[in-house]
């Protein structure tokens, strides 16, 4: 009698063991993530053909296209303003953090309308790993010659 207990105990935890295991996440390449956005623009931004033919669910496709959208705006953005910043260190004016944060939450509002600004604080961290990615550094002033 225990045993038989213990038997249907036993298959109760398993059956509630695999109603809540997690499904297992499936990584998809880069050329294969590519090669579905190609898709999506050969067939006119028909994202369900695209999905299908590419065997890739319809809303990762979906993200995919959008980080694409947002990643070309952003990157225009941020090399028009690593240029504006070297444009006016030639005109022999110093270029501090501030200024360079100030234009970049500038170009914020410019590029994502849609977002709220308080979504992007350009932090000092921020700025640190801009600096790195372009190249620049600040420097003081200490004489004149």
Known sequence: MASEEFAEELEVAETETESTERKASISYTVKRKLSAIEKYDEYGGNLSRAARD????????????????????????????????????????????????????????????????????????????????????FRCVTSQR
Not at 69 to 94: C, H, M, P, Q, W
Not at 116 to 133: C, H, I, M, P, Y
Request: glycine residues 6%; aromatic residues 10%; proline residues 2%.
């Open 54 to 137: 590419s065997g890739v669910p319809r809303s990762n496709l979906q993200r995919w296209v959008k980080k694409r959208t947002n990643s070309r705006r952003y990157t225009r953005s941020v090399n028009f303003l690593s240029e504006r910043g070297a444009d006016i260190r030639k005109d022999g004016i110093a270029v501090h953090g501030e200024f360079i944060k100030a234009q970049a939450k500038k170009l914020f509002k410019e590029v994502y309308p849609d977002e709220d600004v308080e979504n992007f604080k350009a932090s000092n961290g921020w700025l640190q790993k801009f600096t790195v990615r372009h190249d620049s550094t």
